[in-house]
């Protein structure tokens, strides 16, 4: 009798335990897709080219992910695009340069400053994309720098707006 009581709570133990698993796997997930711009504003003085920016996306204050954060089952980036705003100087001129966060980086190459020219990074800069995840599953921020220059020391001033699409899919349990 004393084996049948252990076999029956054994069984009970493996089944509940089982069910909890069975009820999550069941149980519909919770996706935040949204595009996360900011801006930075790039002024080059006259005789200089460098370009420098610092972006902070902070997708924290969503309330699906106040609710969720804790839950965070994946980060995907399913878009990225940067586009050239408020050109008040230096239209025309031609800048190259390294987007980077969490020490990957992305090249930008020839691209022109005018207004609404945009650039997108594309799905092949994959190791770019998981560093941009792997920091918003922490805690749903990331920095994402600029370093790059014209090809004039005429100086510009411009505003330069980037925008990832990030998808976040929450555990509901």
Not at 99 to 109: F, H, K, L, Q, Y
């Amino acid at each position: 009798m004393k084996k049948i009581t252990t076999f029956f709570a054994l069984s009970l133990f493996a089944f509940v335990f089982n069910s909890c698993d069975a009820v999550k796997d069941l149980a519909p997930d919770v996706t935040l897709e949204d595009d996360f711009s900011a801006t930075v504003p790039i002024v080059i003085a006259e005789g200089a080219s460098d370009v420098e920016g610092t972006f902070n996306i902070d997708a924290s204050g969503d309330p699906d992910f106040q609710e969720y954060k804790d839950n965070i089952k994946s980060v995907d980036i399913t878009g990225f695009t940067y586009e050239v705003t408020n050109v008040t100087s230096g239209s025309g001129s031609v800048l190259n340069g390294t987007i980077s966060a969490s020490g990957e980086s992305v090249t930008i190459s020839n691209f022109t400053i005018s207004e609404g020219e945009s650039g997108t990074v594309t799905s092949a800069e994959s190791d770019f994309f998981n560093a941009l995840a792997q920091d918003l599953k922490a805690d749903g921020k990331v920095n994402i720098t600029l370093d790059g220059s014209i090809d004039t020391d005429s100086g510009a001033n411009f505003t330069l707006k980037i925008t990832p699409t990030i998808k976040f899919i929450f555990s509901v349990l």
